[in-house]
């Protein structure tokens, strides 16, 4: 378990050299060799003519121990030279806050997420010499002298539950996840010798101890860096402060295992808590926990929450986003300034979203960070002033949506670092697509935080076509679609997009057309496509299935029915006539019959009587589908006068007694212009042709009674 230290030329004055070379301040490392054959081979503290030093063993130059210290009782810090020589400030100065040395990291490193174990050391475990105090072992548990168990009044629980929060809380901002280990039955690990690395399960790669350092504010505690990361208390802290939940403890115990994860101290030392960090080299209970500056640091070796999302085939899954939903990424990290998502150099961050259909998406990312003074820690242990750092602008983000296959939809890389990239109303696709962040030109080592937003929108993208509206056409509508430069409509004659065929492309913002090419009376099912931003591609806007069906209307047939011929047999002029007809819609239902003479309506059923007029009559017959399509037949029917009757019978007077005498009296008494004795005579024409009266009649009525024909 070692981690990479990088020695730098320092300021250090001559007159420190004694002091640090003060074998008090030997710094103890965990292999099987003792402290004391350290010192018989080698110095504590080497400084060379240029002034470069070490804190560390030479026989294994990548172990690196980090001090923190707490202020003393007057506000002041400890002697600068005794900080010089306990904590690795080297570091800071070589290679910037971070340490970003291959090394100095759990695992891989550079922004790759990790998975590491923490442990409680039991008291029987003799932690050697770390800064120069004296070996012991640890006191954590058990009623004892300041054990951990006494400073919280026997509540071991409560305890460890800090040391949880710590870990929780890690874990929450960046892409280390924790898992506490213990022996089988014990809140210890299994009480291998100090030093040993982690096996996974009873021993972990973290472990705690506690045990005398110095008096009570001076060294709180110190941890190893990466890959030992062991951390060891001071006993005579009052850990058990319960102000801020804890938050002496648990601000401690953070900001060592920042140290644990890489993390070297920071500075200047803020008078803002705004402006604060955790790994400032003194306590501080103004803020509570990983600020924005440590977030960023330890996600620059470990990556955030979403690891590991490099490559499309291990993006973060968001789920299945529902339309008119709103999924937020990076939000919600409790910590000002701060994100849950971060980006490094060369780091691209995925993330995999499924929506039911094709669906219009809102999309944004948003660089988060204020300005704050960063410097590193000076090699005598003071802060430097530092420089102020853009953390709003340390990489000018770049957004790319995608589907599963094929080319972007669009990417974003519009505006400078420090400002968001957003598009509204893209189109994607049903099922999975992808929202990929990266950086730009202006990437580098630091981190950028940010967060990003997609948003759903609710809006119908199918079209619509007519049905059976039109005797000549289908008329197919849809709705507007933002940035599409082209609409493409395809037509099947099943509900699929397979076999579709292309019958038409419109340019934007034209938003309907008429197939004028289908099949009258036949089904057609119409698919949307979109061209958006002019890049050539056309996305389905339906999925397969989810067509709205059209069809060219087949006009309705009529029947009339037959010609018809008939007498006017009343002799009155007209005659009623029995109009009967139906008709025939194939695509539809027949809604109205209209009879028509010369223009005019004389019915409006399938059938009736109407009365019609002596000599020739042309009906029309019209009949109107369920969608206002029309067809016409046309029926003629005659109306003959009534022919001739012959003669009247002898009996003129309708008294049923003939021939007789009173019937030659009442014909010519009527023929005089009198009137009927009887009521019931026949008219004076007697041989019904229309012409009386005359003398025909006379000769006839007397041919007839004399046992004539009538002529």
């Known amino acids: 378990m070692t981690g990479h230290v990088a020695p730098v030329a320092t300021n250090a004055e001559p007159s420190y050299v004694p002091q640090i070379m003060d074998p008090a301040f030997d710094v103890g490392f965990p292999d099987a060799r003792t402290n004391e054959s350290i010192q018989q081979a080698i110095a504590q503290v080497i400084v060379d003519p240029s002034f470069i030093m070490t804190v560390g063993d030479p026989q294994s130059p990548d172990e690196t121990i980090h001090a923190c210290f707490g202020k003393n009782p007057d506000g002041t810090i400890p002697d600068p030279s005794v900080i010089a020589t306990v904590n690795q400030f080297i570091l800071d100065s070589f290679q910037g ?37 004296a070996a012991a072992n640890s006191a954590l548990f058990e009623p004892g002298t300041n054990t951990m168990d006494d400073r919280f009044g026997g509540n ?11 870990f929780n809380r890690w874990q929450a ?91 070297a101290h920071v500075c200047p030392i803020t008078s803002s808590p705004a402006q604060g960090k955790l790994m400032e080299p003194f306590y501080d209970n103004r803020y509570d926990g990983p600020q924005q500056d440590d977030v960023r640091g330890v996600m620059r070796s470990y ?27 990076g939000t919600g990290s409790g910590v000002p300034n701060a994100s849950l998502a971060g980006l490094s150099s060369n780091e691209v961050d995925n993330y995999r979203f499924t929506v039911d259909a094709p669906r219009l998406v809102n999309v944004t990312v948003t660089p988060i960070g204020t300005t704050y003074l960063n410097g590193v820690q000076n090699a005598n242990g003071s802060c430097s002033g530092g420089t102020n750092l853009n953390a709003l602008a340390q990489h000018d983000l770049v957004l790319t949506l995608l589907p599963s296959t094929g080319s972007a939809y669009v990417t974003l890389d519009a505006n400078a670092a420090g400002l968001n990239e957003t598009q509204a109303s893209v189109l994607v696709n049903a099922g999975d697509n992808f929202l990929r962040i990266t950086s730009g030109s202006t990437a580098n080592s630091e981190t950028q935080l940010y967060t990003a937003q997609i948003q759903v929108q609710g809006s119908v993208l199918a079209c619509t076509a007519s ?43 034209a938003n309907n057309f008429d197939d004028t090419t289908a099949v009258a009376g036949t089904t057609y099912f119409y698919y949307l496509q979109v061209e958006q931003f002019g890049n050539g591609a056309f996305r389905n806007a339906q999925v397969s299935g989810a067509a709205d069906s059209g069809r060219r209307n087949a006009a309705p047939t009529a029947n009339a029915g037959s010609d018809q011929t008939v007498t006017d047999a009343d002799n009155s002029g007209s005659e009623s006539v029995t109009l009967s007809g139906s008709g025939v819609d194939t695509d539809g239902t027949i809604s109205s019959f209209t009879w028509r003479r010369n223009g005019s309506v004389i019915l409006s059923a399938a059938s009736g009587s109407v009365s019609l007029p002596v000599g020739t009559n042309t009906i029309e017959l019209t009949v109107v589908d369920n969608n206002g399509i029309s067809g016409v037949d046309t029926v003629v029917i005659t109306v003959n006068p009534p022919a001739p009757e012959g003669c009247d019978s002898v009996d003129f007077n309708g008294n049923g007694v003939f021939p007789e005498d009173q019937d030659v009296v009442d014909f010519f008494n009527i023929l005089a212009g009198g009137t009927c004795p009887t009521g019931t005579c026949n008219d004076i024409d007697f ?6 009266p005359e003398d025909q009649d006379v000769v006839d009525f007397f041919n007839v009674l004399a046992g004539g024909t009538c002529p």
């Open 467 to 509: 049905d059976g509206s039109f005797a000549d056409k289908v008329q197919v509508t849809w709705p507007t679609i933002a940035n599409t430069t082209r609409y493409r409509i395809l037509r099947n004659t099943s509900n699929s997009l397979s076999g579709t065929i292309a019958i038409a492309t419109i340019t934007a913002p």
């Open 303 to 329: 990556g955030d929450i979403y690891e590991p999302n490099g490559t499309t085939a291990n993006a973060f899954v968001l789920g299945t986003l529902a339309p008119s939903s709103v999924t937020n990424i």
């Open 156 to 166: 071991r629980a409560l305890w460890i539950t800090q040391f949880q929060n710590v």
């Open 687 to 692: 041989n019904n042709n229309g012409v009386f």
């Open 173 to 263: 901002l960046t892409g280390v996840n924790y898992t506490r280990v213990t022996a089988a039955g014990v809140d210890w690990d299994d009480g291998s010798a100090w030093g040993t690395a982690g096996n996974g399960t009873t021993r972990g790669d973290i472990r705690i101890g506690m045990k005398p350092i110095d008096a009570a504010n001076g060294i709180l505690a110190y941890n190893a860096s990466p890959t030992n990361g062991d951390m060891v208390l001071d006993q005579n802290e009052n850990w058990g402060q319960s102000g801020g939940t804890y938050i002496f403890l648990r601000n401690v115990v953070a900001h060592e295992h920042g140290h644990g994860l890489g993390q």
């Open 97 to 133: 806050r971070y340490q970003f040395n291959t090394n100095n990291f759990w695992g891989g490193g550079n922004a790759a997420p990790v998975n590491l174990t923490w442990s409680f050391i039991p008291n029987t475990v003799n932690i050697p010499s770390g800064v120069g105090e």
